[in-house]
């Protein structure tokens, strides 16, 4: 299959690796020499402008960073591709923006799936990088086989934006897991208890978690959130706008969330 590929970087460059190894042609924007460059080493074919990396491709795929970018991006995008295709938004961001983009493609017969990871590099070089997927059952199908290479499970989670409303709830839970965590790091200290030796010992416990395995591999909360905390404070930033969105607000969860994305202003 020919797939279109935008956004190869820390996230994406694994996703296009497995793409090839896979079979498919994958046509991948590298802006500059360099990443024209980096993109090749990965198998696939370097093209410089996004336009050109969808064009004739079955599904193409869009792994930048912000949902600025996507709706900044994808507009034009939807605009180059071919009807019958699909468009697959690995971002996690706003599920307004994916259902906008939904009423666009459908107006030039593109389908497209918000499809938010949860998990990292290592866990989509492995295959195994979970995909929570929203669209109508037929975009879905259409771009399964692509994303079945380097994610299992692809969980179709309903109609378009439910992708994101799942990841953005997930997000909200594992940072509000780091952040009770790191309290539970904070009284250890106030028990004398030293915090390596803490979090080694709670992996074997009741308390365990995959927040809290994350951390003790780390060796220490603080270091964890500083690796994790750009990115998670982006991911609960967009909770927080969509809650508003509907009237709500995150107040069970601010204490927790305020300790996991210090390292990331909301």
């Known amino acids: 299959?020919?797939?279109?590929?935008?956004?190869?970087?820390?996230?994406?460059?694994?996703?296009?690796?497995?793409?090839?190894?896979?079979?498919?042609?994958?046509?991948?924007?590298?802006?500059?020499?360099?990443?024209?460059?980096?993109?090749?080493?990965?198998?696939a074919i370097a093209v410089p402008t996004a336009?050109?990396?969808?064009?004739?491709?079955?599904?193409?795929?869009?792994?930048?960073?912000?949902?600025d970018q996507v709706r900044e991006l994808c507009p034009e995008l939807i605009e180059a591709m071919h009807p019958g295709s699909v468009l697959v938004l690995h971002t996690t961001g706003s599920p307004s923006t994916a259902e906008a983009l939904a009423q666009r493609g459908a107006a030039r017969g593109v389908g497209v799936v918000d499809a938010p990871v949860s998990g990292g590099p290592h866990d989509i070089a492995a295959g195994t990088v979970t995909v929570f997927a929203g669209g109508d059952e037929d975009a879905v199908a259409r771009a399964r086989s692509v994303l079945e290479c380097y994610a299992d499970p692809v969980l179709h989670v309903g109609p378009i934006g439910s992708g994101e409303r799942v990841k953005l709830v997930n997000n909200t839970l594992f940072a509000a897991q780091i952040g009770l965590?790191?309290?539970?790091v904070r009284l250890g200290g106030q028990l004398g208890v030293d915090?390596?030796?803490?979090?080694?010992?709670?992996?074997?416990?009741?308390?365990?978690?995959?927040?809290?395995?994350?951390?003790?591999?780390?060796?220490?909360?603080?270091?964890?959130?500083?690796?994790?905390?750009?990115?998670?404070?982006?991911?609960?930033?967009?909770?927080?706008?969509?809650?508003?969105?509907?009237?709500?607000?995150?107040?069970p969860f601010d204490d927790l969330l305020e300790v996991t994305s210090g390292a990331a202003p909301h």
């Open 1 to 43: 299959m020919r797939v279109g590929f935008v956004g190869a970087g820390r996230m994406g460059a694994p996703m296009v690796r497995r793409l090839v190894e896979a079979g498919h042609q994958v046509h991948a924007v590298g802006r500059d020499a360099e990443k024209r460059d980096a993109v090749a080493e990965l198998g």
């Open 51 to 67: 336009a050109e990396a969808v064009r004739d491709a079955e599904v193409t795929i869009v792994c930048v960073f912000t949902d």
């Open 181 to 184: 965590v790191a309290e539970g």
């Open 195 to 251: 915090e390596a030796t803490l979090l080694t010992a709670l992996t074997h416990g009741s308390a365990g978690s995959r927040a809290l395995s994350g951390i003790a591999a780390t060796g220490s909360a603080d270091a964890f959130i500083a690796r994790v905390g750009e990115f998670i404070g982006k991911d609960v930033a967009v909770v927080r706008r969509t809650v508003a969105e509907l009237g709500s607000d995150l107040r």
